[in-house]
């Protein structure tokens, strides 16, 4: 099998070679080094206090910034930041971006010897594998690379703003492609993994090198209640969402919480959007009450681009440009992208609308963060990561992880009778139909770089079977003039039919929101018409971040097997036919519920979670729908059939150690007796830590990797609470025939709590269900 393999896939190493002569020629192998302040040879360094390494960085940082003049001072309050040459500070740039691989745009420069990066599938379909550990990889792998770039002269800083750890809430949001789905649970564990492997950490934490030092600064953003666009007029700009107390706790502050608290992010973005009539970039409470105070966040606070200027402009929050900017340094913003701040602070300071002290705390922040970096600690070739280098970026190791994260990621949805895998020796001819076949920049999605390689799908699978026949059926995904009839004669000639159609960035981006959720234009016309002539059913491939509603496709006998491919990135192609051809197998579960189209009657701007059934407000996410989904959350079929065992729980019963607070006015006596969890004693939390052992057997002959979902379930909730919720989860990789036996860590303060009306964290008594699979098991909190 493994011979074969190498020889099906001798035509893409063959184009990608072919492509490797024709890129321009390498620059210098050793270019001088970046930008630095603190050089050794400058008499001026000695004489610098910031510039001692061996003193702390805070007082490093207060002696840099008790230097600056005013104009200077304000001249680094945005993305773009000058240089002090009389203090020997080089320029810098704030802004990049490192999603899912280093992007070509603001501080990154693809113009010498590092000429692309690997391009890792769009996160939507990365955190379809459930895995902690590949998350951590992955960000391990970029985070090498933009120091490289970095090291080679290509990367005007070392702050990128990612992840983007917003909870998508709404189907049609152009932008959920980005985040790795709908919970709060997942959010948080792809924050965590994502920032200590980027910035250089351990994948448990702690391991950072002395004083701090980061490989490079990841942000999480956007800071909170982000997830529209621009949905019929409304957009991102001026929308004002008016959350609850209980949604922010439960839903969308959990991931920044853990962000911070645990990923030891070093920046945050706020958003464009008001929370509750208050523009996110002028929040006290939410920038320097919730962050700095409750969660202890050290980083820098960074606006999203011109958030500043349309408080003023567009909001109308403020009556003068210097409001805006007095409002957003008051509440603990640090850095503007953009350059409002840098024309209207010095009017605000001679207004005495800010003063210099709160211009002080800003740059304070910022310049901690770039010297935990290592730029003020001379030449960086010869500080901590001075020695990655170009070998490292598209390396073979990082493009064998892009090719297991988009295998891992890839969920099969339909597989009647089947019908997948094909077998290549009874494949004597393919027909391949659909405009995303013959693309490969958009199998990237957004916010990506070059990538190391760029093989389309369709080149994939010619690669294993040689009769394949194309037929884009459409000219594009809009799909508004279908050659049904040219993809029919294609169809009918074939031994098997492979269908790749979706949407793509014309579809769904930034800026731009769906308003439905069906497949465009006359796509389903030319799926079905083309199912309907083939010889046998066909395959059906979709690609998208956001779902799409397939119920005819799932109930067409004519389609025997459905795929979700994402935008799996430069390793997609590959990935998918190996997939197809039955070399890996499937294992990837949905990280959002799939709604269907009458779902667009919900108000897109209605943020509210859970629903109200007087009104036939139906709620969101799996945690609180109440209406029919086409495919539900963490559904995810595989080439092999999985059971599941309870083993043991090590704690079936707690007791709450005090007496609970009084119930609410108006509380029924059959209401149950809760107690806040921060009543609760951290050494209580720390002793209720119990395991729940899960055996998982494969039925099949096939090899596996299997994400294991654990859910908490109340026997009676509350009003309000989830119907049910993931507390953990782990991805194992099981033998065909053979068991494995999970140990999934829970703790009842943690995982077994609520959010009340007023945001407040409460552990009710009462029983509840662990799940995974259709197995439960029962454990009781007792007052």
């Given at each position: ?335 503007n992208c953009g350059d409002y701040l840098q024309k209207h602070t010095k009017s605000a300071v001679k207004q005495k609308k ?430």
């Amino acid at each position: 099998m493994r011979q074969h393999r190498v020889q099906s896939l001798s035509l893409l190493i063959v184009l990608i070679s072919l492509a490797a002569l024709l890129s321009p020629p390498a620059a210098s192998a050793e270019p001088p080094p970046p930008p630095f302040s603190c050089d050794s040879s400058s008499p001026s360094t000695q004489s610098f206090p910031f510039c001692n390494a061996s003193l702390p960085i805070s007082k490093r940082a207060q002696d840099l910034v008790s230097r600056l003049t005013l104009d200077e001072k304000i001249s680094q309050l945005v993305n773009s930041a000058p240089a002090i040459h009389r203090l020997g500070v080089p320029a810098y740039e704030w802004w990049s971006e490192a999603l899912h691989g280093i992007r070509d745009r603001h501080g990154i420069r693809f113009n010498g010897t590092i000429r692309s990066a690997t391009s890792f599938p769009q996160v939507i379909l990365t955190a379809a594998s459930f895995d902690v550990d590949l998350w951590y990889r992955i960000a391990q792998a970029i985070g090498t690379e933009t120091r490289a770039m970095y090291n080679w002269g290509q990367a005007m800083g070392m702050t990128f703003w990612a992840p983007n750890i917003n909870i998508f809430r709404d189907p049609r949001w152009g932008r959920g492609q980005e985040t790795p789905g709908e919970d709060p649970v997942v959010g948080g564990e792809y924050a965590v993994s994502y920032v200590r492997g980027f910035q250089g950490d351990a994948v448990q934490g702690g391991g950072k090198q002395p004083r701090g030092i980061l490989q490079s600064s990841a942000c999480c953003k956007h800071f909170t209640a982000y997830d529209l666009d621009n949905w019929k007029g409304v957009d991102r700009y001026i929308f004002n969402a008016r959350v609850t107390a209980q949604d922010l706790a439960d839903t969308f502050q959990p991931p920044f919480q853990r962000c911070i608290q645990d990923g030891k992010a070093s920046g945050i973005m706020c958003a464009y959007n008001q929370v509750n009539g208050i523009p996110s970039c002028a929040d006290y409470n939410l920038l320097t009450d919730t962050v700095r105070r409750q969660w202890s966040f050290d980083g820098y606070i960074v606006s999203d681009c011109d958030a500043v200027s349309i408080i003023y402009e567009k909001q109308k929050y403020t009556k003068t440009p210097e409001d805006a900017v007095a409002d957003v340094l008051k509440a603990g913003m640090d850095v503007n992208c953009g350059d409002y701040l840098q024309k209207h602070t010095k009017s605000a300071v001679k207004q005495k609308k800010v003063s210099v002290s709160e211009i002080d705390k800003a740059l304070y922040n910022l310049f901690l963060v770039r010297m935990r970096l290592g730029l003020f600690n001379g030449d960086p070739k010869n500080q901590p990561f001075g020695n990655i280098g170009p070998d490292q970026v598209c390396s073979q190791k990082h493009q064998d992880l892009a090719l297991e994260a988009a295998r891992s990621g890839i969920v099969l949805l339909k597989n009647k009778e089947k019908r997948l895998p094909i077998q290549r020796s009874k494949c004597m001819s393919l027909a391949v139909i659909g405009p995303n076949a013959k693309n490969a920049t958009m199998l990237l999605g957004n916010y990506a770089g070059p990538p190391c390689k760029s093989v389309t799908l369709l080149q994939a699978l010619q690669s294993y079977v040689k009769d394949t026949r194309y037929q884009a059926g459409c000219d594009d995904v809009a799909c508004s003039s279908p050659s049904i009839a040219q993809a029919v004669e294609v169809a009918k000639a074939a031994d098997h039919v492979v269908l790749i159609m979706g949407l793509d960035q014309t579809q769904e981006r930034e800026k731009f929101d769906r308003v439905n959720l069906v497949l465009p234009g006359r796509q389903r016309e030319l799926i079905t018409t083309v199912a309907q002539a083939a010889k046998k059913p066909v395959i059906l491939v979709i690609l998208c971040g956001g779902p799409v509603d397939i119920r005819f496709a799932k109930d067409d006998q004519n389609i025997g097997s459905i795929l979700w491919a994402g935008y799996p990135g430069e390793a997609g192609g590959v990935a998918l036919s190996e997939i197809i051809f039955g070399e890996h197998n499937p294992g990837g579960r949905l990280p959002v519920t799939w709604y269907p189209q009458e779902f667009t009657r919900v108000p897109m701007t209605d943020m509210r979670m859970r629903p109200e059934p007087s009104t036939g407000y139906p709620g969101r996410t799996y945690r609180f729908y109440q209406g029919q989904s086409v495919f539900k959350y963490g559904y995810g079929l595989s080439y092999t059939e999985y059971s599941y065992k309870f083993i043991s729980v090590t704690k079936e019963l707690f007791y709450l150690n005090r007496s609970p607070r009084s119930q609410p006015d108006g509380a029924s006596d059959a209401s149950p007796r809760y107690i806040p969890v921060s009543d609760l004693e951290a050494e209580f939390c720390k002793k209720s830590n119990f395991v729940a052992t899960v055996e998982v057997k494969n039925h099949g002959d096939m090899v596996g990797k299997h994400p294991v979902l654990l859910f908490v379930r109340h026997a009676k909730p509350s009003s309000g609470s989830p119907m049910k919720q993931l507390v953990v989860f782990q991805s194992v990789e099981v033998k065909g025939g053979n068991t494995v036996e999970v140990q999934l860590a829970l703790n009842p303060c943690d995982h077994l709590s609520r959010a009340d009306d007023n945001g407040v964290m409460i552990l009710e008594e009462g029983r509840r269900f662990l799940e995974v699979g259709d197995q439960e098991y029962p454990i009781n909190v007792m007052a």
